[in-house]
T-cell receptor
Framework: DSGVTQTPKHLITATGQRVTLRCSPRSGDLSVYWYQQSLDQGLQFLIQ???????AKGNILERFSAQQFPDLHSELNLSSLELGDSALYFCASSPFSSGVYNEQFFGPGTRLTVL | QQPVQSPQAVILREGEDAVINCSSS?????VHWYRQKHGEAPVFLMILLKGGEQKGHDKISASFNEKKQQSSLYLTASQLSYSGTYFC??????????????FGTGTLLAVQP
């Protein structure tokens, strides 16, 4: 158990819908990262927040957005869902923003299925 | 671009050694290594920084050649628990940390009794 929690574990929805994925980082970690893992794309970095502020952005679609709240939990919002958005979404947390002690601890993931 | 890992897959007997390579076309600030078992989350193994700092497990080692933008993960005296898919995550160097990890294609490692 990494100490990172994600809810829900599974999510099944229809195309065109909007969903929210939630992540609680390890106690004391200030950075939260979101990743998308699909069979054909591998593990893709989406976005990072550090202490409430957006710190780095990857190939995140405009239909996707995220935020980190004052209690440091984070939410990833996915809207106008398409079949291709079906994937495993991981949240990871780390103590800092960079550096040698910045190993990332991954949560168990949310499996999103878009029908 | 996504870093390239080699080999794509490897099968070992318990006690044998393995080397997994990760190669990037960009100058790197750091390389992170993770292992993922089927249906589970990736687990941190090693982090190597430009300049030589590194942190990781006792039984797993790694190297980072900054000039060649390459990293290698060394698994010695492999155990059944080493089985899984290994990913390198590379952070490009734009004059410092960028915090974006681009993960490699993955190497599937199977250790047999």
């Amino acid at each position: 158990d990494s100490g990172v929690t994600q809810t829900p574990k599974h999510l099944i929805t229809a195309t065109g819908q909007r969903v929210t994925l939630r992540c609680s980082p390890r106690s004391g970690d200030l950075s939260v990262y979101w990743y998308q893992q699909s069979l054909d794309q591998g593990l893709q970095f989406l976005i990072q927040y550090y202490n409430g502020e957006e710190r780095a952005k990857g190939n995140i679609l405009e239909r996707f957005s995220a935020q980190q709240f004052p209690d440091l939990h984070s939410e990833l919002n996915l809207s106008s869902l398409e079949l291709g958005d079906s994937a495993l979404y991981f949240c990871a947390s780390s103590p800092f923003s960079s550096g040698v002690y910045n190993e990332q601890f991954f949560g168990p993931g949310t499996r999103l299925t878009v029908l | 671009q996504q870093p390239v890992q080699s080999p794509q897959a490897v099968i070992l007997r318990e006690g044998e050694d393995a080397v997994i390579n990760c190669s990037s076309s960009k100058a790197l600030y750091s390389v992170h290594w993770y292992r993922q078992k089927h249906g589970e989350a990736p687990v941190f193994l090693m982090i190597l920084l430009k300049g030589g700092e590194q942190k990781g497990h006792d039984k797993i080692s790694a190297s980072f050649n900054e000039k060649k933008q390459q990293s290698s993960l060394y698994l010695t005296a492999s155990q059944l628990s080493y089985s899984g898919t290994y990913f390198c995550g590379t952070e490009s160097d734009y004059g410092g940390a960028t915090n974006k990890l681009i993960f490699g294609t993955g190497t599937l490692l199977a250790v047999q009794p």
